[in-house]
């Protein structure tokens, strides 16, 4: 993957709130929300990607469970925060600087099918939905969370109720739950697990 054209608006609104967050709070490694009390659904390892990687908490965690870790998003001030995060856990993450707005990185050669694990979280764009699964690999897991009006009622940025299931309910969807505001679905493309330490 390579840095692509960034929209200066997303960028400005997310670098000032970004920048808020990191005079607030430095930060640290993560889960994915939809993974906390269920990790052994991740694969034992092999490549991962957060789209929308916001500071880097997740893409952070996993680089250090021994995934190989690409993490994109709009803002530079939030990569730096990535970057910074990971230079304090000891561990690499490759940054990618994207606008989402101009599509997942699965037009990168070496993005498509190649993801043993595809987390999205609290970044939802309906568009970029059929592109998520075509950046894992056989037994790659998927790992989305978005707002939702479950709970909540209507929002310009929130779910319906059922749209994660009717996006990605090809997959073998492990787990789903709708409540409180979010949405989250965890669901692995059909193959062989990874192995660790394939790239
Ligand atoms: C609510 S934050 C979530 C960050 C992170 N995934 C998390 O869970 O903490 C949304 C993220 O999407 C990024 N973002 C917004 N618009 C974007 C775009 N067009 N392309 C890439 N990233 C974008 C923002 O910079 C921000 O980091």
């Known amino acids: 993957m390579r840095a692509s054209h960034t929209h200066s608006a997303d960028r400005e609104r997310w670098d000032a709130r970004h920048a808020v967050d ?26 991962a ?17 021994g995934f190989a870790v690409d993490a994109v998003d709009v803002s530079p001030v939030a ?3 990535g970057r910074e995060l990971a230079a304090r856990e000891g561990v690499t993450v490759r ?17 498509c099918g190649a993801h043993d694990v595809v987390v999205c979280q609290r ?23 978005v707002l939702s009006e479950v ?18 309910g090809a997959l073998e969807v492990l787990h789903h739950v709708e409540r409180a505001g979010e949405a989250s679905l965890v669901a692995r493309v059909s193959g062989p697990a990874s192995v660790p330490g394939r790239r």
């Open 79 to 81: 990569l730096d925060a």
């Open 123 to 145: 970044f939802r764009d309906p568009a970029r939905y059929p592109e998520l699964p075509a950046l894992l690999a056989p037994g790659g897991l998927l790992v989305i969370t």
């Open 49 to 65: 990607l957060d789209v929308a990687c916001g500071r880097g908490a997740v893409a952070v965690w996993l680089a250090a469970r």
């Open 22 to 47: 990191v005079a607030a709070d430095a930060g640290a490694p993560a889960p994915p929300d939809a993974l906390r009390g269920r990790t052994e659904l991740l694969p034992a390892g092999g490549r």
């Open 151 to 168: 709970d909540e009622g209507p929002g310009p940025f929130r779910a319906a109720a059922g749209e994660l299931r009717a996006a990605f």
């Open 95 to 111: 940054w990618v600087l994207h606008d989402l707005d101009a599509g997942l990185p699965a037009s990168e050669p070496d993005s």
